[in-house]
């Protein structure tokens, strides 16, 4: 059993719906509460035990790799201030030297090709692949949780949620086998099934450990929807040869890549947040209490 140690981050996107605030600010370094969304993301990672990030950015995102260094000037003012808790979260953060690669995906092709972007990065070993869109919040990260099936079961392992029977066409969807230990093993991967022909209403949500043979079927891998080159694609010939297994994640999920789910996410993590939580809510009843819904202003009109 080999030790999943790398996780890779695809972070090339545009962003579009974000603009124009990604019209100088990476999607990723949009923050939810006080912290960047790709934040949440890697803090998942580290507490599942990754001890290499591997980014996969592209053009103007080297305030990313910026963010993952050390702001000496900033350390330094902190210091002369005295202010040792700031600066206790900044090493907290900090990814000791080394940790993390940086590669860039030279061309939008689509989420197959920025994991093979990294092949030689990750080398020839088991890696973990997070979407830094989704952020999910538990008390046990979901990636931690799906570690602890892949030193059960080895192969593949893919986060899986479920989605209303009615939707599976807006979704990669598994098929439900056997149970095995805190997962089950997924007999089969339809992308976006009509309702009446999908094997169940679990879908794939943003969390993977691949094993390294993805690579060489992503690099003769044809382009599918969208015109780019599909994970998903690539993963149901790699389960022609291996097997897959499914953890299904029973916290939260927020889909920081729309406004909606961000906007979400923010006030979801403020609400978990003990300092700030009862302000907030206080503020959220306020809101509510007072902002005059869309539909009767429209009305009165």
Same mark, same amino acid.
């Given at each position: 059993m080999r030790k999943i140690r790398k996780a890779v981050f695809p972070v090339a996107g545009l962003g579009t719906r974000f603009l124009p605030a990604t019209k100088s600010i990476p999607k990723e370094m949009l923050t939810v509460v006080d912290r960047p969304v790709i934040q949440y993301v890697v803090d998942e990672a580290r507490q599942a035990g990754i001890e290499h990030l591997i980014f996969v950015t592209g053009r103007n995102k080297g305030v990313i790799e910026d963010y993952f260094d050390i702001q000496v000037e900033l350390v330094g003012t902190l210091t002369e201030r005295g202010k040792q808790a700031e600066l206790d979260?900044?090493? @907290?953060? *900090?990814?000791?030297? %080394?940790?993390?690669?940086?590669?860039?995906q030279q061309a939008p092709l689509g989420l197959g090709h920025a994991v093979w972007c990294a092949r030689e990065l990750v080398g020839a070993e088991p890696f973990a692949l997070l979407l830094p869109d989704m952020i999910m919040q538990a008390e046990r990260g979901c990636l931690a949780r799906m570690v602890e099936?892949? $030193? *059960?079961?080895g192969g593949n392992v893919i986060s899986v949620e479920q989605c209303e029977p009615a939707e599976t066409n807006k979704y990669g969807i598994v098929g439900r086998g056997e149970d095995i230990g805190t997962g089950f093993r997924v007999d089969g991967m339809v992308e976006k099934p009509a309702p009446a022909e999908a094997p169940s209403n679990f879908y794939i949500s943003g969390r993977y450990i691949l094993q390294p043979e993805i690579f060489d079927i992503l690099a003769t891998q044809e382009? %599918? @929807? %969208?015109? $780019?080159?599909q994970l998903t694609d690539g993963m149901l010939k790699l389960a022609q040869q291996q097997e897959f297994f499914g953890y299904h994640f029973t916290g939260r999920t927020f889909d920081c890549g729309s406004k909606e789910g961000f906007i979400e996410a923010n006030v979801a993590f403020a609400l978990w947040r003990q300092d700030i939580r009862d302000k907030?809510? %206080?503020?959220? *009843?306020?809101l509510l209490d007072t902002v005059e819904p869309a539909g009767r202003r429209k009305a009165a009109e």
């Open positions: 979260l900044l090493d @907290a953060l *900090q990814p000791r030297p %080394g940790t993390s690669s940086f590669t860039r099936l892949y $030193e *059960q079961t382009k %599918g @929807a %969208g015109n $780019e080159i907030v809510m %206080g503020n959220l *009843q306020n």
